[in-house]
């Protein structure tokens, strides 16, 4: 069906785009968080009083039940791999030359998404994973302040 | 309050992969006047508002919610964008006619993915800018951490989701309103390209372009304008924590809580016995096994043998995207549960033709916004 007849011989597309350029308060919880990351080279999360859960990483409110929170607590570097994937294209969707390994680290009731250093065939659900840090003077107070995660040995 | 809230007409352009031919406008202008056929309604005079479903980003335009009214005949009339799926759009439809505000209400929802250059880097934008944008990672791999942990929590294995994509396809086969109709085999799928391990690439539904256009209408006005009309028994919507660091990553407890709004208003106690067919989520193969089951269907963990049963083909117990699917027919982006009611609507009309189920009486149709979202909604629809 058409209702609109085209012409072939027509000019048929403009082509446009907008560069988007943006800064993201992290926020008291974020900021105390990267802060203590990039300091002590800590993971912290955030408890809830009201319901109990842990927060990781730390943030200023509960979810669940609305409660402010208040109490922070180191959580360590070791966590528990809850899922994996192996990734084969780029953020923009070309094809990666290396695949990137990718895990969900569970702290507490939260966890860290991030690349995981180890052989695909050696990894397990539930196995433990241990963050691995830049050196001190490179951390900057950013997520990318965790190179990622392998196997504790 | 008007109870009961009816689709009187349907319209589609497309789908198809490109439309090099029509802009966005002129696709969804088709929709609409197909829709305004079908439905003997004139929406200079007879509409009383218009909902579209439009998301900036895909649009290509700022403030795309300015740029609706005129390819639906809404000039000068109440205009409102949802961004949301379909089916979000729908609910609110269903909502304004509710109200008794509204006598007939338009809901139009399009995708013109193909000119779309950066989708990839526009889905990645969705990502939370400081926990997880900054590792610059393609957001596929939501799907690929969300199936390695469902098949492990619920026993399902990959040939059950490779299962999935060669029912739907199959299926589609039967649909002219698809693109990707093909006669595969489970081994065939599974060979196929990873994309985020275990997610292949045939797992995953890719976009096409399309328009969808209805037209709801109250009890009263339905029955003077058509003798088939297509009720809206229920309609729900949920969202869990956008946070991937504490949603669940097996489970679909939103999709569960979306699906009790809509039954409750529907008065469905037993969805598996009371409900004839559905269009469902499959975006990613494994989504439609996972939807299955946080739809109530079946328990956790038993959607996969079930298929693999033949229970969701096209001649089993409960057909299952009977249309094709995502899989089948391309992935419409924001007009996707739209696209899944269309489905619904013909089928439940009897005009679904070479896919026709016999005797349906009773559609579930379900929509999920994609990754990285947990948003959920769900319709029951009825003749």
Same mark, same amino acid.
């Given at each position: ?6 012409? *072939? ?5 403009? $082509?446009?785009?907008?560069?988007? +350029?943006?800064?993201?308060?992290? &926020? =008291?919880? @974020? #900021? ?24 990781? *990483? ?5 979810? $669940?039940?609305?409660?402010?929170? +208040?109490?922070?607590?180191?959580? &360590? =570097?070791? @966590? #528990? ?73 | ?383």
């Amino acid at each position: 069906m058409s209702l609109l007849q085209p012409d *072939p011989q027509a000019p048929s597309v403009w $082509r446009d785009n907008l560069p988007v +350029t943006s800064r993201y308060t992290y &926020g =008291l919880a @974020g #900021e105390r968080f990267f802060r203590i990351l990039k300091d002590e080279g800590k993971i912290i999360g955030s408890i809830c009083a009201a319901c109990g859960a842990t927060y990781v *990483p730390a943030r200023a409110f509960c979810e $669940r039940c609305m409660a402010e929170l +208040t109490e922070w607590t180191d959580v &360590g =570097l070791v @966590g #528990e791999l809850h899922t994996f994937t192996v990734l084969f294209v780029d953020m923009e969707g070309r094809p990666l030359d290396e695949p990137e390994l990718v895990g969900f680290v569970r702290f507490g009731d939260g966890g860290i998404l991030h690349k995981l250093d180890a052989d695909p065939d050696d990894l397990q659900i539930g196995m433990k994973m241990e963050a691995v840090l830049k050196p001190k003077a490179e951390r900057i107070g950013a997520i990318t302040d965790i190179l990622g995660f392998r196997p504790v040995t | 309050m008007n109870e009961r809230v009816a689709i009187v007409g349907v319209g589609w352009a497309g789908f198809r992969p490109k439309t090099p031919d029509l802009s966005y406008k002129e696709m969804i202008y088709q929709a609409a006047v197909r829709a305004y056929h079908d439905a003997k309604v004139d929406p200079r005079t007879d509409v009383d508002s218009f909902v579209t479903v439009a998301e900036d980003f895909h649009e290509g335009t700022s403030i795309a919610d300015e740029y609706t009214p005129d390819q639906l005949g809404a000039v000068m009339k109440p205009m409102q964008t949802i961004t949301g799926d379909g089916l979000h759009g729908l609910a609110t439809a269903v909502m304004l006619v509710r109200t008794g505000l509204c006598r007939i209400v338009v809901v139009e929802g399009h995708s013109k993915a193909s000119n779309i250059l950066t989708l990839d880097s526009i889905t990645a934008y969705a990502q939370d800018p400081v926990l997880n944008r900054p590792l610059r990672l393609n957001t596929h791999m939501v799907a690929g951490l969300e199936m390695n942990r469902y098949l492990h929590e619920s026993g399902t294995d990959e040939e059950a989701c490779a299962a999935v994509v060669v029912k739907n396809r199959r299926n589609a086969l039967r649909n002219p309103l698809t693109s990707f109709g093909a006669d595969l085999t489970l081994d065939e799928v599974l060979a196929g390209p990873p994309l985020a391990w275990p997610l292949g690439v045939h797992q995953t539904a890719r976009p096409v372009d399309g328009a969808v256009v209805m037209v709801l209408a109250n009890e009263q006005v339905a029955r003077s304008l058509t003798d088939r009309p297509i009720w809206i028994a229920g309609i729900g919507w949920c969202n869990d924590t956008p946070s991937l660091e504490s949603r669940s990553w097996a489970t679909l407890p939103y999709l569960e809580q979306a699906a009790h709004m809509a039954y409750r208003q529907a008065g469905i106690r037993t969805p598996f016995e009371e409900i004839d067919f559905a269009e469902i989520d499959d975006t990613y193969a494994y989504k439609e096994l996972q939807s299955i089951e946080a739809l109530g269907l079946c328990g956790f963990g038993e959607a996969g043998a079930l298929l693999k049963e033949g229970v969701f083909d096209l001649d089993g117990a409960f057909p299952v995207n009977a249309s094709g699917g995502s899989l089948g027919a391309g992935h419409l982006l924001d007009a996707t549960g739209l696209h899944r009611a269309l489905e619904a609507v013909l089928q439940l009309r009897g005009e679904a033709g070479a896919h026709q189920l016999e005797d349906v009486q009773v559609a579930l149709v379900q929509s999920w916004r994609g990754v990285p979202t947990t948003s959920g909604a769900v319709a029951v629809l009825t003749n």
